[in-house]
């Protein structure tokens, strides 16, 4: 038990950021520390005060206890902790939904009309659109909140899915280009003709 708490608090330690217990169990699974001592370290670390447990709904959310810091210091790192947390269960939505919109553009042009597939490629732009929008609106009403370093981790995270998109994105033109090899047409007059929109023809912001 003492090997597992040693070990559950370095890892905290060295982390030095919120998890729950299932994400605290998959960093360490690989060392062979089963879920069950994961759980039992965390109440014994929460009970010797090392770490701190806040319920956010019916989830527990375990944070490493700061050094030499105030009842004040320790409410606004829960704030902080609160708020990283709703941000990386909304970047979860997102990169699901991402997935989803993969799966649709993979089956698109194979499985749908030519009216079907104008309109799921306009759906997938409002999507990404819509999604864009939740990211801004993030960094701008938790600019108050996080940490400069959290905000740092927040952007790269936004990166990595901006990066996602750019992919799927490129895999959709490369199946259009593909239909165009064998189409007399230019790609801007087969666009025009089937009613294909792009970024640029409906105001989406550039990524």
Not at 27 to 41: I, T
Not at 49 to 76: A, H, R, W
Not at 112 to 118: D, L, N, V
Not at 125 to 149: H, P
């Amino acid at each position: 038990m003492e090997s597992e708490k040693k070990n559950v608090y370095e890892f905290m330690v060295k982390a030095n950021r919120p998890f729950s217990s299932n994400d605290v169990f998959s960093n360490l699974q690989r060392h062979g520390v089963g879920k069950s001592a994961v759980e039992k370290a965390l109440d014994q670390l929460v009970k010797d005060n090392k770490i701190f447990m806040k319920l956010n709904g019916k989830q527990k959310i375990y944070c490493v206890v700061q050094p030499d810091s105030t009842t004040e210091d320790q409410n606004e790192m829960q704030s902080i902790d609160e708020e990283l947390v709703k941000i990386n269960e909304m970047l979860r939505e997102v990169e699901c939904k991402y997935k989803e919109s993969e799966i649709e553009v993979k089956t698109l042009l194979g499985t749908y009309s030519t009216e079907e597939a104008k309109r799921k490629v306009a759906e997938m732009e409002k999507i990404v659109s819509k999604l864009k929008s939740q990211l801004d609106q993030m960094s701008n009403t938790s600019g108050n909140v996080i940490s400069l370093k959290d905000r740092g981790q927040v952007k790269k995270e936004y990166e990595t899915v901006t990066k996602e998109y750019r992919k799927r994105k490129r895999m959709c033109t490369d199946i259009l280009d593909s239909i165009l090899e064998n189409c007399p047409k230019p790609k801007k007059a087969l666009f025009e003709e089937i009613g294909i929109e792009t970024d640029e023809s409906v105001g989406m912001p550039a990524l």
